[in-house]
């Protein structure tokens, strides 16, 4: 047996069985002291608190598997966007070695050199200097004529 006290002011207590003293709790449902004052138990039962957090954890799974989704996608895109700005950047770098002779600077700290007899280097030389030395060494062969060659 339970004793319970009347939520109204001098009533008083009254004893009431475990097992329906557990049962008001988890249903929340009204009851009457002896005096007639209807009395409820406050707060959430335990099982509605577990339903609660159950509801919640589904919400964070939905939204962390939604936001998971939208993260693979981006990286999808981003990766497609990556290489079409390759394809981009290796048409326009072949355009602009088509127009030029000598040593040329492709991007910072990055040269090539293009012979006016058609010759180009496919090499990336870290110093203007590399590119000279081996633009010079091309020049200084024979074979340096009006054929169109690609050095390696």
């Known amino acids: 047996m339970a004793r319970l006290t009347c939520a109204h002011s001098n009533c008083g207590t009254f004893l ?3 097992a329906l003293v557990q049962r008001l709790k988890r249903t929340g449902d009204p009851f009457y002291c002896p005096g007639g004052h209807e009395q409820h138990f406050d707060g959430a039962s335990p099982e509605a608190k577990l339903r609660e957090r159950i509801a919640e954890l589904e919400q964070e799974v939905t939204r962390l598997t939604e936001r998971a989704k939208n993260t693979r996608e981006q990286l999808f895109d981003t990766y497609d ?4 700005e390759r394809a981009r950047r290796k048409h326009v770098e072949a355009l602009y070695l088509a127009g030029q002779e000598g040593v040329v600077e492709i991007t910072d700290d990055v040269y090539r050199w293009v012979c006016p007899c058609g010759a180009s280097c496919r090499t990336d030389f870290e110093t ?15 074979a340096c004529d009006e054929t169109e060659q690609v050095v390696a």
């Open 81 to 84: 966007e990556l290489r079409d």
């Open 16 to 18: 009431m069985d475990d």
């Open 128 to 142: 203007r200097g590399e590119a000279y030395g081996a633009y010079d060494d091309h020049r200084g062969r024979d």
